[in-house]
């Protein structure tokens, strides 16, 4: 009897999906699979674990049946863990690990969402509602809700459909109909007048030029002159309602690109740091320009084409309908065979379209790395290999549109051909009809005239060439739905740090800060682990530790960068996450570890947190920082220009405008990471004068591997591998001589060392 396999077993991998069936009894359910690379030796070998609504079996490529199989109840556990390269998922029942599954870390996050299923079957859920649970993904942190565990934006990504993707378009339309209600009007009127040409030459030949050469009938002089008038005004007419059409919708364009640039900045503007750290900012920039500017393109003369053909081809067929039914079911004979082919093109392009925008972004990136580090290229001579780098970028490019130019080279070309054929035929079948029936009274209306022909003729290749303008359209539908899916990419993702639905009114904070068993993982390595600390207001604590303890991890669960994965943070009795994020970081002034500087001046770089700062505020920041003199000594002091990155200042100099920056906004709570790091030691002296003044009536939170630095602090907290060791003041923690002692006296043992040296 055959098993009940879900829709996730449908998905298996081959030769999964063959065996893994015949293992399954009557009423088990496929729930989640995973990808083995490991054996129990920790060698290389394929394999399957798989779970069902009742069990885990294990498979291996090399056997044809499970190599294990577990069932599984109350109190098992799925434990995943990873030592270095190597990854492990671990089954454990209520009294004794029962196997291991080894693999390599690359699978680690799609062990993780197994293991979320496992969970969910071993809490009673069933098998279809496990197949709809959320999921994030770790790529791109879009949420899955795929059976398959398949993230659908990356899928997407691999070729996005293009009608669903142009139509979310629409949206940056909304606020403007009534300007795209004129422009389509104009086109409807614009494609009207046109078509009156052909109708106006079928009467001219037929009742006019014919008659006057035959001479077998009375010729109209009169009617020559109408028409030699309506002609001239259906030619102005259409040229007029041409641009009135042609303007409208570049005026509605334009606003759509600036709109759509508009909000996707100011989307990336509320993403989180996470979004951010897996982002290349050239491939950023050229979703904002490139991408926005293609849309805008397509919207303004594309698109605005488009409908007109189309328009022009109904108006077309129903005309040539009324001329002669018969003949117009020729014309169309070939429309449905250059549908199918342009169907049948239709992936190949557009998978071609997005990997040549991908292409494109890498070269972008790589303009973006290498122009504002090329003080870091020439020092050290790395500039052919920053070209070469380029080079083989502009080779990629090269190969990907070759590509998609291979395949446009043969398809134009052909639909040319069938339209001249399709033709050749009208021409043929015409000729044949007008002789047989050219012995019939002119007023036959069997009888198939020169001047029907003709116009016919004149619609048909309109029709066609209409037909052709929007295949060979078809490229930039296709390059615009892949741009405009590279932007919905940034518009559909949610900041990771979210605002409260309910937010707490906050002003002006007073600066009590409390930690409640934090802890904060990046993907699945967890590195705090239960933080408690109480942080009085107008405190200053020092934070120290070895490198990579978790010190500036904790600073910005603080700032809120990032969220806590597990207990809170409060800041005067209430969780930091019911405030909203602007409100609350208006409160905080922070250094960072490496000063950023805008281009522009000092005062504007000083000001940029307060931006209608007076010169006198501005003035008193750049004092209490210790940077006023060397400002006044630049040629146009606080008008003077720090260059892209502040990169005509030294290391101290932009330290101390940073730290100006941070004082000019007042902060409640000052956060100090490493501030004093790129400072000589006479500017450190400096600044920490400066600094003894300014930090009374805050809290503040240093992190600093001098720990000189930190003697004035109210205590001092120690961090190693994402815990707590101690606290206390310099004194206290020396004379327990226990972690901060160590620490203290490998510095002391360092100075002394490079004094004697020097």
């Known amino acids: 009897m055959s098993a009940v396999v879900s829709n996730q077993a449908n998905t298996l991998p081959e030769p999964w999906s063959s065996l893994v069936p015949r293992a399954l009894n009557e ?33 291996q490529k090399s056997k044809p049946q499970p190599t294990a199989s577990e069932s599984f109840g109350p109190g098992w556990e799925l434990q995943l863990g990873d030592e270095k390269s190597v990854a492990r998922l671990e089954l454990f029942s209520p009294t004794e690990r029962r196997a291991v599954w080894y693999f390599t870390a690359g699978k680690h996050a799609a062990a993780s969402r197994f293991q979320q299923r496992f969970e969910g079957v071993r809490s009673g859920a069933s098998a279809e ?21 398949v993230c659908p934006a990356c899928a997407l990504s691999a070729v996005p459909p293009t009608m669903s993707a142009l139509l979310r378009l629409l949206q940056f339309a909304e606020p403007r109909k009534k300007m795209i209600g ?13 078509s009156i040409s052909p109708l106006i030459y079928m009467v001219l030949i037929d009742q006019v030029l014919v008659p006057w050469e035959t001479g077998g009938g009375k010729a109209s002089f009169g009617l020559f002159w109408w028409c030699m008038f309506g002609f001239a005004a259906a030619s102005i007419l259409a040229w007029f309602t041409e641009w009135m059409r042609m303007y409208v919708m570049a005026w509605v364009s334009e606003r759509i690109g600036v709109e759509m640039r508009n909000r996707t900045f100011a989307h990336l503007q509320e993403l989180s740091l996470e979004f951010f750290g897996g982002k290349r900012t050239g491939d950023l920039m050229s979703r904002i320009s490139t991408d926005s500017d293609r849309i805008c393109n397509f919207l303004a003369l594309n698109l605005v084409d488009f409908i007109n053909d189309i328009m022009m081809m109904i108006l077309t067929v129903g005309i040539l309908v009324w001329i002669n039914p018969t003949l117009s079911l020729i014309t169309l004979a070939p429309f449905p065979l250059i549908l199918w082919l342009t169907h049948f093109t239709r992936k190949q392009l557009l998978r071609g379209y997005r990997q040549s925008g991908l292409s494109w972004a890498e070269m972008t990136s790589i303009l973006a790395d290498t122009i504002p580090g090329i003080r870091v290229v020439k020092a050290f001579a790395q500039e052919a290999r920053e070209v070469e780098r380029f080079n083989q ?71 066609y060439g209409k037909m052709e303008d929007i295949i060979l359209m078809f490229a930039a539908v296709q390059r615009t739905a892949a741009a405009a899916h590279r932007i919905f990419e940034i518009l559909d993702r949610v900041p990771s740090v979210p605002e409260p639905s309910q937010p707490i009114p906050i002003g002006r904070v007073e600066g009590h800060i409390e930690l409640k068993g934090v802890r904060f993982k990046y993907g699945t390595r967890e590195v705090l682990h239960g933080l408690n600390l109480k942080v009085e207001p107008g405190e200053m604590i020092g934070l120290v530790g070895p490198s990579g303890a978790g010190k500036s991890t904790l600073i910005n669960l603080i700032c809120r960068f990032y969220d806590v994965s597990d207990g809170s943070i409060q800041v005067d009795g209430h969780d930091i996450r019911s405030y909203t994020v602007s409100g609350y970081r208006r409160n905080i002034g922070i250094v960072l570890q490496d000063p950023f500087l805008f281009f522009g001046t000092i005062a504007e770089n000083i000001a940029y947190g307060r931006p209608e700062a007076s010169r006198a505020e501005i003035i008193q920041a750049a004092r209490s920082a210790n940077a006023h003199e060397f400002i006044l000594r630049l040629p146009d002091g606080y008008d003077s220009l720090v260059g892209e990155r502040g990169q005509s200042l030294s290391g101290g100099e932009r330290q101390r405008i940073s ?9 409640r709570i000052l956060i100090l990471d490493e501030a004093t790091s790129a400072v000589d030691t006479e500017t450190e002296r400096e600044i920490q004068a ?43 923690l020396l004379d327990r001589e226990g972690a901060y002692y160590g620490l203290h006296k490998a510095q002391q043992d360092m100075v002394r060392d490079l004094g004697v040296g020097g």
């Not at 009208?426 to 069997?446: E, H, K, M």
Request: contains cysteine.
């Open 690 to 732: 400066a600094l003894e003044t300014l930090i009374k009536g805050r809290t503040t939170l240093a992190i600093a591997h001098r720990l000189s630095t930190l003697r004035r602090a109210n205590r001092l907290v120690v961090i190693e591998k994402g815990n707590i060791v101690e606290i206390g003041t310099h004194q206290e």
């Open 182 to 194: 004129l422009g389509l009007f104009l086109t409807l009127l614009s494609t009207a007048v046109a």
């Open 659 to 667: 730290i100006a920056r941070a004082l000019l906004i007042d902060p």
């Open 393 to 463: 970028s502009n080779q990629r490019i090269i190969e990907t549109n070759d590509k998609v130019n291979i395949e446009w080279a043969f398809f134009k070309p052909l639909i040319r051909l069938m339209t001249e054929l399709g033709m050749l035929v009208v021409y043929g079948f015409g000729a044949w009809w007008i002789l047989q029936t050219s012995g019939l009274p002119v007023d036959d209306p069997q009888k198939f005239r020169v001047g029907a022909l003709t116009a016919c003729i004149a619609y048909i290749t309109r029709f």
């Open 129 to 149: 509602s496990l197949q709809h649970q959320s999921t994030v993904c770790p790529s791109c942190g879009a949420l899955i809700t795929s059976e398959d565990g």
């Open 27 to 59: 009423a088990e359910q496929v729930v989640a699979w995973l990808e083995l690379d490991l054996d129990n030796r920790l060698r290389f070998e394929s394999g399957l674990l798989v779970l069902t609504n009742q069990r885990l079996l294990s498979f």
